[in-house]
């Protein structure tokens, strides 16, 4: 079964830290990867998305992606306690996305 | 509002009814998703649609679940005999043509709540 991988936490940060948030996944199929924020209550939110190995960095966002590792992973420098809410890591599967279960960020003042 | 447009918001069923739940996708898409979020869990992939065709549906129950497209107006998932199990938030996606980005986007859900 393809799955996708993610640490659940909570991760508790220190506000002005980097918070790095890691996935694996299984399916060396997958192509394309995101990052989604999803605040409690709410539906998620595209915050990047990565299709190539390497960085790919956007404002206090960097998503790195290593695909002989199988591995995912989002930095957020300068958090803020805004940024707390958990991070859906996902992996496209022929155009479906496989989501992780979500890593919970905690950024403290 | 040119985002992904879900309703109702909210919908209060008791077991044995009919709950369907409706999706519009963002302007100029044509893929739509639906994905269901149990409490405490993550997100799984259920139905993706085009217009007038399923085109995977291998997240789905077979029984009680069937979604459409149609031509013209929403999608609409429809949960037939709803047991408490069904409780839970639907989310729908949408994504643009094929060829073109396989970001999709989320509207605000529908939370299903079975009494």
């Known amino acids: 079964q393809k799955e996708v991988e993610q640490n659940s936490g909570p991760l508790s940060v220190p506000e002005g830290a980097i918070a790095s948030l890691n996935c694996t996944y299984s399916d060396r199929g997958s192509q394309s990867f995101f990052w989604y924020r999803q605040y409690s209550g709410k539906s998620p939110e595209l915050i990047m998305s990565i299709y190539s190995n390497g960085d790919k960095e956007d404002g206090r966002f960097t998503a790195q992606l290593n695909k002989a590792s199988q591995y995912v992973s989002l930095l957020i420098r300068d958090s803020q306690p805004s940024d707390s809410a958990t991070y859906l890591c996902a992996g496209d599967s022929s155009y479906k996305l496989i989501f992780g279960s979500g890593t919970r960020l905690l950024v403290r003042p | 509002n040119a985002g992904v447009m879900q309703n109702p918001r909210h919908l209060v069923r008791r077991r044995g009814q009919e709950a369907r739940l409706r999706c519009s996708p963002m302007?100029?898409?044509?893929?739509v998703y639906w994905y269901r979020q149990l409490p405490e869990e993550g997100l799984k992939f259920m139905v993706y649609?085009?217009?007038?065709?399923?085109?995977?549906e291998s997240g789905m129950p077979k029984e009680r679940f069937s979604a459409e497209f149609p031509k013209e107006g929403p999608s609409i998932l429809r949960i037939q005999q709803v047991v408490r199990g069904d409780s839970a938030a639907y989310f729908c996606a949408s994504s643009p043509p094929t060829g073109q980005t396989n970001e999709q986007f989320f509207g605000p859900g529908t939370r299903l709540t079975v009494l």
């Open positions: 649609l085009q217009k007038e065709n399923i085109i995977d």
């Open positions: 302007k100029g898409h044509s893929h």
